[in-house]
């Protein structure tokens, strides 16, 4: 079963906007992680927020966490048609044994 | 440094027969994880092996098992496969004491179709 649910399930925009995703998760967490996958294959690790972080930055990737409301969200500034792509949160509850996913953000920039 | 392989890419099986998927990982890389990805169930973890020993199992019936090798390599085996097993698997490798900043590392999968 998913942890966690993720919002929207699509969001599409122009190239230059910024694209924001959201995730809710269950349980308590000892990290939360984001991966983007393109069309079937395999995924990419973007982005890693520990649970005593709040925030995160790398390069145009923003992710905030909050324990409290158990929801993290990804920002992605000056999007490009490149990060046409699904878009999944994934909590780890025991730090390096499995991990949760949540059900993907599909996410298509326009050019 | 290569990334984590599976072999083959794509597969197509028939009802009742069995398969092996296999994953190399990152070479380090002790752990080694399993999820498979279908459009109903997402994804889902299968099983994570460590140092040849199986330390956590998800709730997948017992057709699906798996092994690791001493050089981390690891295999998943699904037997009397049904049409619900099409799947994408994927493999994923860490660090054995966790995923640090870098988190998992995955393969492209391997593409299962069941007919």
């Known amino acids: 079963s998913q942890q966690g649910e993720e919002d929207p399930q699509a969001l599409s925009i122009q190239e230059g906007e910024n694209a924001t995703m959201n995730c809710s998760y269950k349980t308590s967490i000892n990290n939360l992680q984001w991966y983007r996958q393109n069309s079937g294959r395999g995924l990419v690790h973007l982005i890693l927020?520990?649970?005593?972080?709040r925030e995160k930055h790398s390069g145009r990737l923003r992710v905030t966490l909050d324990t409290s409301k158990k929801s993290s969200s990804l920002l992605i500034t000056a999007s490009r048609a490149a990060d046409t792509a699904s878009y999944f949160c994934a909590t780890d509850v025991t730090s390096g044994s499995r991990l949760t996913f949540g059900e993907g953000t599909q996410l298509t920039v326009n050019p | 440094k290569a990334g984590v392989t599976q072999t083959p890419r794509y597969l197509i099986k028939t009802r009742g027969q069995q398969v092996t998927l296999s994953c190399s990982p990152i070479s380090g890389h002790r752990s080694v994880s399993w999820y498979q990805q279908t459009p109903g169930q997402g994804l889902q973890f299968l099983f994570e092996?460590?140092?040849?020993?199986?330390?956590n199992k998800g709730n997948f019936p017992g057709r699906f098992s798996g092994r690791q090798f001493s050089n981390s390599r690891s295999e998943m085996n699904v037997s009397t496969l049904e049409l619900g097993d099409s799947a994408l698997y994927l493999c994923a490798s860490s660090l054995p004491t966790g995923p640090h900043d870098y988190g998992y590392t995955f393969g492209s999968g391997t593409r299962l179709t069941v007919v």
């Open positions: 092996y460590f140092s040849e020993t199986q330390r």
């Open positions: 927020i520990r649970s005593n972080e």
